[in-house]
């Protein structure tokens, strides 16, 4: 179905950046087997400090997929509240008529989703305000959601193919507002071959609610391609 697993090193790259801490949630909308809800309470045990106080949720697709996430979750010893579904037709975090929001949200969707025009067109929580995604690819309505997921303080990190950079059309007319909002704090292009079952260069994308005065108004990019 075109997921794949998000190598550890790439993980642990987001969560370090993003550095949540203490009582804050973080939010995977696709969230797989749970690795990077699991890699962000390693990290807060790393630096000593308490990652029971650190709060989990996720929302996986695939059936199997989740019941292995519930399982990760359990034989690492902690706690997560993982739900079953399709996260952009049916959401599940939700507080009365809008979606919850989170502080942190980490994330791979699929790349390059394809099927959700209609999802989009009709949504009912007011999740795509900068525009409806192609039906070729969904990558700027994940984005899209995980920004409505946010806090107004809340960042967020997603792994996504390069072309999500660069392409024009909707996705550019989409992308072109988010970047006017001040949104985009940072971009870094991942090397080739690093991904399991494809040998396209993907990219981090790291989005700020509340950038410092020193980062507003421009956007940090790092070419790690070496």
């Not at 309470?41 to 929302?59: N, T």
């Not at 079953?84 to 949200?105: H, I």
């Not at 990558?139 to 792994?159: C, E, F, N, Y």
Request: aromatic share 8%; proline share 4%; glycine share 10%.
């Amino acid at each position: 179905a075109g997921e794949f697993y998000t190598p550890r090193e790439v993980v642990r790259v987001m969560v370090e950046i993003l550095d949540p801490d203490e009582g804050t949630e973080i939010y995977d909308p696709c969230a797989g087997t749970g690795g990077m809800l699991i890699v962000s309470h390693y990290h807060l045990l790393s630096k000593k400090r308490e990652p029971k106080k650190l709060f989990l949720h996720g929302q996986e697709i695939n059936a199997e997929t989740w019941a292995i996430a519930r399982m990760n979750v359990i034989l690492h010893g902690l706690e997560a509240e993982i739900r079953q579904g399709d996260t952009l037709a049916d959401p599940k975090f939700l507080e009365g008529n809008s979606l919850r929001k989170f502080d942190f949200v980490l994330a791979n969707p699929m790349w390059n989703q394809d099927g959700y025009r209609d999802v989009m067109d009709n949504d009912r929580l007011g999740r795509f305000g900068y525009g409806i995604a192609p039906s070729s690819s969904a990558d700027w309505g994940w984005i899209q959601h995980m920004l409505a997921s946010l806090k107004p303080t809340g960042r967020m990190g997603v792994v996504l193919d390069q072309g999500a950079l660069f392409r024009g059309g909707a996705e550019g007319k989409i992308r072109q507002k988010v970047v006017e909002q001040d949104l985009v704090e940072c971009v870094v292009a991942l090397p080739e071959k690093i991904f399991y079952n494809t040998g396209a260069p993907g990219c981090l994308v790291f989005i700020n609610r509340n950038k410092t005065a020193e980062r507003r108004g421009k956007v940090l990019f790092v070419v790690a391609a070496k």
